[in-house]
């Protein structure tokens, strides 16, 4: 079956530090990956999605990047921490490819950031 | 982009309805809908492709009418697991890989 692991579930960064988020997915081969960020009692917004191996959308051009250096492997990065970079953030994988959107998002358990 | 949904909070006794519409102002091509439970991850409910079909879950179903660019989740007689926070995501652009996620609606159940 297939699984998503997302770490570290909590983190407290000082603003102006570098982040390094990181998600794995097994078993499953070229997945699409997402990385969402959740603001407190806020909706979804997507932040970077990849259809496949160093193959990054940027949605939200801020200061944070994304890189996808294996095909389970999904890196959510920042050079310094914003406060507003605070928040939930969700990877999460599908196995949809082209066409309609027919597959389901499976999250991870997510990182709460807090940026201080 | 981003679809709306109505209400932004409802609150229930258990075992009433409720419905939770989702609004788009681009032509939709599927529409997902999601639960939060506070500090979780969401979790998949179902989805809706083209075609005004409705999907059912249990209790919980799900309409999609592409003329209207809209999509209702059904919850009937709901039950204290239902509270939560609900999503739906909007695919806008077909082969565009991604979904667009509403700002949610929260749901709680009182006994």
């Known amino acids: 079956s297939q699984t998503i692991h997302q770490w570290p579930a909590t983190l407290v960064q000082p603003v102006g530090s570098p982040l390094s988020l990181e998600c794995t997915v097994e078993g499953t081969s070229n997945p699409n990956l997402y990385w969402y960020r959740q603001a407190a009692g806020r909706g979804l917004q997507l932040l970077f999605y990849?259809?496949?191996?160093?193959?990054i959308s940027s949605e939200v051009p801020q200061n944070l990047s994304a890189s996808r250096p294996q095909d389970r492997q999904f890196i959510l990065s920042s050079k310094k921490l914003l406060l507003s970079d605070s928040g939930f953030y969700l990877c999460?994988?599908?196995?949809?490819?082209?066409?309609?959107?027919?597959?389901?998002?499976?999250f991870g358990n997510g990182t709460r950031l807090t940026v201080t | 982009q981003q679809p709306v949904q109505s209400p932004q909070a409802v609150i229930l006794r258990e075992g009433e309805d409720a419905v939770i519409n989702c609004s788009s102002s681009?032509?939709?091509?599927?529409v997902h809908w999601y639960r939060q439970k506070h500090g979780e991850a969401p979790v998949f409910l179902m989805i809706l492709l083209k075609g005004g079909e409705q999907k059912g879950h249990e209790k919980i179903s799900a309409s999609f009418n592409e003329k209207k660019q809209q999509s209702s989740l059904y919850l009937t007689a709901s039950q204290l697991s239902y509270s939560g926070t609900y999503f739906c995501g909007t695919e806008i652009s077909g082969g565009a890989q991604k979904l667009v996620f509403g700002q949610g609606t929260r749901l709680t159940i009182n006994p």
């Open positions: 681009k032509a939709l091509y599927s």
């Open positions: 999460a994988w599908t196995t949809a490819k082209g066409g309609s959107y027919n597959s389901p998002l499976h």
């Open positions: 990849s259809v496949g191996i160093g193959q």
